[in-house]
């Protein structure tokens, strides 16, 4: 998943740097867990918040944000569905993802991106990549309106294939940004 | 001549056509339970009237999606819940779900703070408040951009949460998932009201088809399945049955019919003459219904028409006597007296039911007796003028070897003595009851349906439907109150585990008393407001955040009160409407306990309280009652009409010897029928005592026509032949009814066609050889 891999294949070094490259170069190592740390700056507080956990992708769907810091906490994406699970003994809090523009747009993005599906990345978004292969920024910007609604924004940064940090820009002002520290 | 009888036929088939016609646009038919119930009803069988009837609420539809993984099933209730809701048909859709396209709950959200849990004294107190910032905190950051956001300003501590737990907390449906699944997670369920009457079952048969049709399309793979229950599912689905089953019954009874005249007469045509009686005589009945009650009842229609048709019989026994001499006039006169008595005798039977409480077998009295009075005249007076002058062929030769020796017959007598007394002793000595007590079993639905409509209900936590509490009050204040004040008690039976849990209306709505109890409790908003600033105190909070809860607060304890129509415009009526109600002048609350393990503590509670608003009721109870008393009814009106048609015979045949020697083969043949049935374990209904009357009406007109012709040898093979072509019709037609999956009919079927065979078997060989003719 998140990331990294051996980011210079044969291919990757002849031809110039692009978003099909990008994607490519993404989508070869999936299926592993990565630490990150989150940092969130709420119109609602005077101060931001900063939390850490870690993250896992499998293609073509599912992902799992498990929290450690400041309150356990998992989140399971599988499909349209998202289970909350606050602690161990309460069964799973169940919603759908569609009911939750903000939180559909990272995830669609994300999933295009590791499963390196370039085509659905591009149905949903407005892409636009900067920079060289060792740094990279992919600024996304949603095209359905539900989703636009929500976010406004969402910045990639990366060296090769791996990503280094994702930038979520909600319409209400209030804005995440999360940094991938590397495997476990 | 030829030219006369055709013309006759055709001008009866026309004033038939004109009858049908007036029947079809003058009679109200009625399709519903009022069949079962009595005329003079208490507040309980009202109450037990609209349960049945109406279900929980009117037009409702429960659907279950089963048959595959909790995640897929969960998918498939919201795509059908969004179609269902796109597509205007229904009042109300809901798979439990609450999130953005869930019901519109802001109605009732603006009263939150007057609703159920109450506020406690310390809720809105710094050390509560400084809590719930805390945790809002830690929600904030943990939970990605989820609604809690959108709501925390206006509900820092919760609320809503806390409210829809205890919402749930009331049934039995899985918490927590986005939709409502069942407590094993093997099916989602919805809940949808059709916008549609629910009286207008071509609407709702329509509407069904609909949410079939759109389920077929959704679903991704054919081990999902889709089952349908609520009140409108199963009175389509009867009618539906009912539909079908009768077309093929009555194709089936038709054929037949035309086989054995076929075989009997070689003249098909024949059959045109022999149904006019019936016709006119189910019209009549028809006709006559409708201008005594009002209306004329589907149960009347189709169970009346059944019994009547023993007037098939009455034309059979006219064309067997037609003799090549005389013609039909000559054969009526020499059978007619033998056929009224025989006629007068049933009607004398079924004379008293017409008096019954119930308007429904008053109406069945009133029908047959109607039908079979119309069907003799119109044998006396119309036939004789459309009957060719030599219908049939004389019996043929192989009739008059059915004559067994004196001996054989004796023989015979002694053992169908025997038999029939031990089918006395059988009967009277068997252990258990032999009644039908389940009123639901006296409606055609099938068992199946009702099963299933049980199976969602208590799934959708539609609590107990047996064990009732019942407030009855001048105002629905008043029943709130008085729910409001039980409330402890029933916890404390929950505690002891008596029940497992309990509903009522005033879980939801609390009375106008508790919530102005509520609104002096909540603070002032300036009391509120310096509590949060404290409690807020060192959190990274920005100030007025929360100023829309302080609106709240304030506008919960200055605002309008929370009423039921608040519920209903949120498309929770269906929620508290079976709960709290009108009824007459009166409103009623239902306090429904929730899987009871000790009925009698509740009957306790409603004693204990000794208040005259407050009752226990034990539905099934009461409903077997009314069908005890429903029969209790039966019985005595049979118990009057038998003598009373015995008394008749005794007049026509003007000798009581004669009358005991016909009615005690009729009289054996009941018995014999009883025994059958009880030994094929069969609970008998009104239905079947009924059905046992009119075998006496057969069996009757068996025994008579043996008994007068007996001693001729011409009438007797002419008599024999009518007989038995009468009982093989009878008894055809009546087997084929007893395939129906439909209990009534099952159940009328077997009975009278046990019992015609029994009877015609029995006043041959009680007739043959001696009996009344010789005396």
Redesign the interface.
Known sequence: MFVLLSPHSELASQTPWSLSRLTAALAQDVGSTVRFSEE?Q??????P???EGTLTFKPPGYLE?Q?VQ??W?R?II????VS?EENWK???????LS??P??EA?VAALRSILAGDQRSLERTYATALEGTEDAWLLSLTPRPQHLRD?VSEVRITGAGGNIQSIEIM?SEG?R?IITIHGKI | MRHGRLRALVISYGLLGLCVALVTLWTNLRTDLSFVFPRQSTPNIELLTDRLQRGPALGLVLVALSGAEP?EL??LS?GLAEAFAESSRFRFVSNG?I???GPDLSSLFAKRYLMNPPIGPSDFGVAALRDALEEA??S????????I?RL??RDPTGRLRKIATFWEGGSGLG????VWLSSDETAALMMVQSSAPAFDLAAQEELLGFMRDLFDRLKTNDGVRMDLAGPSVIATASSQMIRVEMHGLTLASVLCVIAIFYAAFRSPSLLLVVILPLGFGVCAGAVIVQGLHGHLHGVTLAFGSILIGIAIDYPIHLISHTVETGGARDALGSIWRTLRLGMLTTVAAFLPITLSSFPGLSQLGTFTIVGLLVAALVTRWLLPAILPAMPMAPPSTIWDRLRPTNAATRGLRLALLILSLTALVYITTRDGTIWETDLRNLSPTPAAMRALDRRLRAEMGAADVRHLLVLRQPSMEEVLRGSEALTADLQALVEAGRIAGFDMASRYLPSLHSQRQRRRDLPERSVLQANLDRAAAGL???SG?FEPFLDGVEQSKLGPPLTLDDFVEAGLGWRLRPLLFRQGGDWVGLIAPIDVSDPQTLADLAQARNDPALAYLDLKLESETLVDDYRRETLVWLAVGVPIAMAILWIGLRSFARMIWVAAPVGMSLLLTLAVLMLFGISLSIFHLLSLLLVVGVGLDYALFFERYARDPVSRTRTLRANVFCAATSVSVFTILAFSQIPVLHGIGTTVAVGAAFSLLLAFVFSEGGGGAER
Not at chain 1, 78 to 81: E, N, S, V, Y
Request: aromatic residues 8%.
């Open positions: 969130r709420l119109q609602y507080l005077t101060e918040l900063f939390l944000r929290v400041p309150k906490q989140m599988d499909g349209d569905l909350i309460d069964p799973p809090i169940r919603v759908l009911d939750y903000a939180l990272f929500a909600e209030d995440t | 995640e969960i998918r919201n779900r999130g953005p396209s905190l830690i904030l950051s943990t939970t990605p951009s989820m609604a956001k925390l300003p918490q927590q998932s986005g990274p909070f920005r955040l």
